[in-house]
């Protein structure tokens, strides 16, 4: 059978495809969109070792892409054969693919964008006059010098132009900008010391200074304050090591699109290593949110296969269940609860808000005032003697079980802590809103704080560190507090009064059903005497003795003693209140696993006033 010289056959209709249109073909699959153009020639600028990359589009990349960098730049000759297929500095022979260390090896990508739209390189080395590079839809490259600093400037214009069929698969420019952004943003994640910029008819889309490091790179991305809720992750397993950090899982997001992962620097779509997140998060999310999660895995490059799909985001691991494993353990561990949680606040060597809320200048909220008896230190039972009667308590109640003795700090330890906090450092109280909430600005945002909830945190840390002697003392009422109950809770509250005492409560008898406080733990004077009692009482009969009855009694004193919803604070009690909540174990936790408090960027502000 003849075949002609362009490849028909005589009797069939199969040919050779001609070369232009074997590569519009080809660059199908290598480029579907602007931002896969995007995502290559950044690519190129970081193998090219750019410190700066610079992306400026037409109509959100269909007009128009221009990608410049301060790379290496090529010489001219270098410059010519770039645009043809399969040529490529970065490997040489089929076993180099096996160690590559570069993003792209495959010679593709300038080769497939320039068959697909109007294409012009311009390059310097730095050293000599710099060259031009113009193909128009695959054709014949024109070469000519030009003038260029250091580095590579690639114009991709009127991208599919004379592909029409892709072409009518493109979204609007809203749409084709955001998967430019979200790309682009995924890059800059993965290389926290380039800096980048991208921007469309003059307007700001990205603008990301080179980070000194990965966690300063996501502040820049995601805000401050999620930022913050990020931890560390560190771990190491067989051939894997996995770095970068987690978010906790109160801070999710609506799309994985803040989710980036590498593989040996490379930012992939691996669905292996993504199930490995979504386990590790598993029974603390709800369906469809996703926490930002930046993570690099490293392994030996001869375990991983990165030449699975053309455009390098589909990899393979020799081992992809350990793969995923390794993740999810690595992911795990950092969003466990730990009591040195590395970005929790310093706890502070004093405690302010309390010694501020005893102190001549706090002025009881309205309805108690009066009630409170100047401290009389005679009376008072000194803290050790508070701490030793409930060591005490405990030797004779604590269950078979409990033998270990966990340490009152562990007590009310609830991992995971929940959510992102102000920074100690850069909080400043602006206001209270409604009597109960204290609004707290930092830099770029404003935290809504109950503080309620907030200040029972601190009661909390304080009543349970009996370890540092800290325990608050008990004050004598200058008013003894009456509380009536019902004839059958007063006769077993007689049964308890010994072990109440021991929480600071000195009640005594005062009629048939009655009982009279005389004395209480001190951040209780002044406050809701009687219910605390009353709640206490409960909860002793409620639980069987040990750590959990402990537990529940001071959690119920610390929620008498906090300041309520509707108490008006000065501007100082805030303050205190402020400081010593951050300074606490566990700030982020309420008690009994309410918020107490949530975030409103400046961001957010400018949105809803269309600003932005
Ligand atoms: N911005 C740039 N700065 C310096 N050299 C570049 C730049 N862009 C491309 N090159 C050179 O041109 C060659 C071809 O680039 P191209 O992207 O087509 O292939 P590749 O990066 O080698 O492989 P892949 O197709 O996997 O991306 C590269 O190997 C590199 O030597
Ligand atoms: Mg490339």
Not at 592 to 612: F, P, Q, W
Request: net charge negative.
């Amino acid at each position: 059978m003849g075949v002609d010289a362009k490849g028909s056959a005589s009797g069939t209709g199969v040919r050779v495809l001609d070369p232009i249109v074997a590569q519009q073909v080809a660059a199908g699959e290598v480029v579907d969109r602007p931002a896969s153009v995007v995502k290559e020639l950044v690519e190129n600028a970081l193998d090219a070792g750019a410190s700066r990359v610079e992306v400026e589009l037409g109509d959100g990349g269909a007009t128009h892409i221009l990608v410049r960098d301060d790379g290496s730049g090529m010489a001219l000759e270098d410059a010519a054969l770039s645009v043809l297929r399969h040529a490529t500095s970065k490997i040489r022979t089929a076993k180099d693919l096996e160690t590559v260390g570069t993003l792209g090896f495959r010679g593709e990508a300038l080769p497939s964008i320039a068959s697909v739209s109007s294409f012009c390189l311009t390059t310097s080395t730095g050293e000599g006059s710099g060259t031009k590079v113009v193909v128009d839809g695959g054709g014949e490259a024109e070469v000519s010098p030009a003038s260029h600093p250091k580095g590579t400037s690639i114009l991709v214009d009127r991208l599919f132009y004379n592909v029409p069929a892709r072409r009518a698969f493109l979204k609007g420019a809203r749409a084709e900008r955001a998967a430019i952004v979200e790309a682009l943003t995924h890059l800059a994640v993965a290389h926290p010391s380039v800096a980048f910029r991208l921007s469309e008819a003059g307007r700001e889309y990205l603008s990301l200074p080179a980070a000194k490091d990965l966690m300063e790179r996501l502040a820049q991305v995601h805000g401050v304050a999620k930022a913050r809720a990020m931890r560390r992750v560190e771990y190491e397993s067989g051939a894997f090591a996995v770095s970068g950090y987690a978010a906790l899982p109160s801070v999710t997001e609506g799309s994985r699109g803040s989710q980036t992962v590498s593989v040996n620097g490379r930012w992939v779509r691996a669905d292996g290593l993504t199930r490995g997140i979504d386990d590790a998060y598993r029974a603390t999310l709800p369906s469809g949110r996703y926490p930002p999660v930046a993570l690099d895995v490293r392994v030996d490059p001869r375990r991983v296969d990165v030449n699975v799909h053309p455009t390098k985001q589909i990899v393979r691991f020799s081992e992809e269940r350990a793969a995923r494993d390794a993740v999810a353990a690595a992911v795990r561990e950092a969003i466990e609860w730990r009591p040195s949680a590395p970005l929790a606040a310093p706890r502070p060597a004093e405690r302010p808000f309390t010694q501020e809320r005893f102190s001549p200048s706090w002025s009881p909220p309205a309805g108690s005032s009066g009630r409170v008896a100047e401290r009389r230190p005679d009376y008072a039972l000194q803290p050790r003697d508070l701490v030793e009667a409930r060591e005490r308590l405990h030797e004779a109640s604590r269950p078979p079980e409990d033998a270990g003795g966990r340490q009152p700090a562990e007590a009310f330890a609830e991992p995971p802590e929940r959510g992102a906090l102000p920074s100690s450092d850069e909080a400043r109280v602006i206001g209270q809103l409604a009597a109960g909430y204290i609004l707290v600005e930092e830099p770029g945002s404003l935290w809504v704080v109950d503080q309620h909830v907030a200040h029972e945190r601190v009661i909390l840390d304080r009543l349970t560190d009996a370890e540092e002697g800290f325990l608050p003392t008990t004050q004598a009422l200058l008013v003894p507090e009456v509380v009536e109950l019902s004839p059958g809770e007063a006769e077993s509250a007689a049964e308890y009064l010994e072990e109440l005492a021991v929480y600071g409560f000195e009640a005594e008898r005062f009629g048939p059903s009655s009982f009279r406080i005389t004395a209480v733990i001190s951040t209780l004077a002044g406050r809701d005497v009687a219910g605390a009692f009353k709640e206490a009482l409960a909860a002793a009969k409620g639980t069987g003795p040990g750590r959990r009855r402990e537990d529940h009694i001071l959690a119920t004193i610390a929620c008498h003693s906090a300041v309520k919803l509707g108490d008006k604070l000065s501007q100082p009690e805030m303050e205190a209140l402020v400081k010593s909540w951050l300074g606490s174990r566990l700030p982020a936790t309420c008690p009994h696993g309410r918020s107490i408090c949530y975030h409103i960027g400046v961001n957010e502000v400018a949105r809803k006033l269309d600003r932005r």
